[in-house]
């Protein structure tokens, strides 16, 4: 299976890398943001303005940056993990685990992550919104960090600033890819996922250079998850192409 979405937003992407749900609402979007794991499980969520468009059908989301810091007593989020979709049975809890070692294995415990599990319909959304690419894929990622050097982590002056930022995976569309190739469902989707973290720490493959260190990350991280999990798993990356 190859990475066909693969991809870092651009600046314009969800505000202060907070996980979100991009839904349709009297025909325009609106944004849901998830600020803790209380409002992710009571489903408490907090509305901003919704988008609005401009000319020549672009989008722009109104800037939240004038949400308060967090106390120094608040709870660490950790991994969200928010499954949006009902097509494919998901393992919640083992996903997560797999996420907690690669955030181990990166040395990225510190860091708040955000995982958005959606259908082939949600995602083919936020895929025509910020690629202008009409149809589903496997991964769209949403750093919070725009302009992170690859192989460097931030250097977050807050608590708030504690943040990766968001990953939104296509589980329908990566399990039509398994039933193909006769892949594992989860074993895939963490492979995946260790492909959206390194967009969210810099990493691009826009240039066949930018692919060939990207790629050799991937093999380290997945090298030393094999090794932590018995398991063994391997970059979905096969081959560079600069539509991806």
């Keep these: 299976m190859e990475l066909l979405g693969a991809w870092k937003a651009p600046p314009c992407g969800l505000p202060n890398g907070f996980m979100a749900q991009i839904s349709n609402f009297m025909g325009y979007n609106r944004i849901q943001l998830v600020r803790s794991e209380q409002q992710v499980r009571s489903n408490n969520f907090t509305l901003p303005a919704p988008v609005r468009r401009e000319a ?20 660490k989020m950790g991994v969200v993990l928010r499954n949006l979709q009902k097509v494919v049975p998901l393992r919640r ?8 070692t690669l955030r181990h294995i990166l040395g990225i415990q510190k860091f708040d992550l955000g995982i958005i599990c959606v259908d082939n319909r949600r995602i083919q959304q936020i895929n025509y919104l910020y690629r202008k690419k009409d149809a589903p894929t496997d991964v769209l990622s949403f750093p919070f960090y725009e302009d992170l050097r690859p192989g460097k982590l ?83 990356m096969k081959a560079f192409s600069p539509e991806t």
């Design 93 to 100: 809890a083992r996903l997560r685990r797999d996420v907690d």
């Design 154 to 236: 931030p250097c977050p002056l807050h608590r708030d600033e504690l943040n990766l930022g968001d990953i939104f995976l296509g589980v329908e569309f990566v399990m039509n890819q398994c039933q193909k190739e006769s892949l594992d469902l989860h074993g895939a989707l963490t492979a995946v996922t260790a492909h959206g973290i390194c967009h969210l720490l810099g990493y691009r493959h826009e240039t066949e250079e930018e692919w060939a260190e990207m790629l050799q990350r991937e093999r380290y991280i997945l090298s030393e998850y094999n090794r932590l999990t018995g398991r063994h798993l391997e970059p979905l």
């Design 56 to 75: 020549k059908g672009s989008v722009r989301v109104r800037p939240c940056r004038e949400a308060p810091r967090p106390s120094p007593t608040r709870c």
